[in-house]
């Protein structure tokens, strides 16, 4: 389900177009910390979301990342890549503000999406009850020198 905030997020529109011709990724900036990203067809019906936030270090995650807070594709739209362009996004977003890692959580029994992300690169670190953490290593675009 959509939440009110990413519905409200939606209605405001703040767009640029980024996708294919048959189907548009567009994002909706919250501030420097996090953005949403989101697929729709031509005729303006959403196909899914992104998520995404910057976060300090914090349980198994060691260093500065992006957090994927949530990531859902609309059931018709399942199994034609969507997700996959969509974690493509969350990977420049934060390869554009130089962070070198990507973390979420799913739940154990959710073998589909776990799978999806398995196949994308991300690496399981935990687990605690039935909640799984994941990571990505990315290369951010610019090294800081220090």
Known sequence: MISSEVRTLLREKQE???????????SIRGGEDHIVYFGE???GELTGIIWLAK???????????????N?????KHRRKGLAKKLLEKAEEWAAERELKLIGLHTLDFDTQTRNLYET???RLIATHNESCFYEK?????????H
């Open 16 to 26: 640029r177009r980024l996708g294919s011709s048959r189907k548009q990724i567009h």
């Open 41 to 43: 067809t031509l005729k």
């Open 55 to 69: 976060r300090r270090p914090f349980y198994k995650f060691k260093e500065e990342l992006v957090w994927i807070s």
């Open 71 to 75: 990531l859902y594709v609309i059931q």
């Open 120 to 122: 994308s690169g991300y």
């Open 137 to 145: 290593k990315i290369t951010p675009l610019r090294t800081s020198e």
